[in-house]
């Protein structure tokens, strides 16, 4: 079984310009989350899908980051303009509908400039 | 609101001896799921273990056991016979209700824990 698939792995980028990461849970899972991990903390959940609709996004900095899921698969996270403070691991993960665990991705390492 | 406490930043253990991560976690829900998970220097997120607070029994996955102290709010993780390949961030998270789509999951701010030779 495939994991939970992410991309690009590491993107270094400029302040004030824009970013996307794209996420491809495991097939069949109807939740999907996205994480901001600052080094040296646990991961904060930003927004939280089930299926192509959002559960809870009430961490997600809505100023500068959007995030969609179309067709209830695939996911892309934005982040524009980006500020120093965005540099992170963005992990992205899913669960079944029953089950006791979620599965992460590798996540995104995002280096702001 | 949901909280999760691991109260030790780093931790040291000799190879081979067992060694306790702590985890406290607040909630007012009755319905709940602790996990625990490692993260390597590399950085994927593993999951090593699970509790669920109904469970008449603390869990154990191979070397991992959760302590579950429900009345406490504890759910420490127990690795036995350390070794190197364990040295990493150690991660407690909970999740609220019976396990559907829509509980959030939220994690500590974790613990480092070094295995020395």
């Known amino acids: 079984e495939a994991g939970v698939a992410q991309s690009p792995r590491y993107k270094i980028i400029e302040k004030r310009q824009s970013v996307a990461f794209w996420c491809n849970p495991i097939?069949?899972?109807?939740?999907l989350y996205w994480y901001q991990q600052i080094l040296g903390q646990g991961p904060k959940l930003l927004i939280q899908?089930?299926?192509?609709?959002?559960?809870?996004d009430s961490q997600l900095p809505k100023d500068r980051f959007s995030a969609e899921r179309l067709k209830g698969v695939d996911s892309t996270l934005k982040i524009q303009p980006a500020k120093l403070e965005d540099s992170a691991v963005y992990l992205c993960?899913?669960?079944?509908?029953?089950?006791?665990?979620?599965?992460f991705g590798e996540g995104s390492w995002l280096t702001v400039v | 609101a949901q909280k999760i406490t691991q109260t030790q930043p780093g931790m040291f253990v000799q190879e081979k001896e067992a060694v306790t991560l702590d985890c406290t976690y607040d909630?007012?829900?009755?319905?709940?799921?602790l996990f625990w998970y490692k993260q390597p220097s590399s950085g994927e997120m593993i999951f090593l273990i699970y509790?669920?607070?109904?469970?008449?029994q603390n869990a154990t996955e191979g070397r991992y056991s959760l302590n579950f102290q429900k009345a406490r709010k504890s759910a420490n993780l127990v690795i036995s016979a350390s070794q190197l390949g364990d040295s990493a961030m150690y991660f407690c998270?909970?999740?609220?209700?019976?396990?559907?789509?829509?509980?959030?999951?939220?994690f500590g701010p974790g613990t480092s824990l070094s295995v020395i030779p």
């Open positions: 509790q669920g607070s109904y469970d008449q």
């Open positions: 899908f089930q299926n192509n609709g959002v559960v809870d």
């Open positions: 909630t007012s829900d009755p319905s709940y799921g």
């Open positions: 998270a909970m999740r609220e209700g019976q396990w559907t789509s829509y509980d959030k999951v939220i």
């Open positions: 993960a899913s669960s079944p509908e029953w089950g006791n665990t979620i599965y």
């Open positions: 097939s069949g899972h109807a939740t």
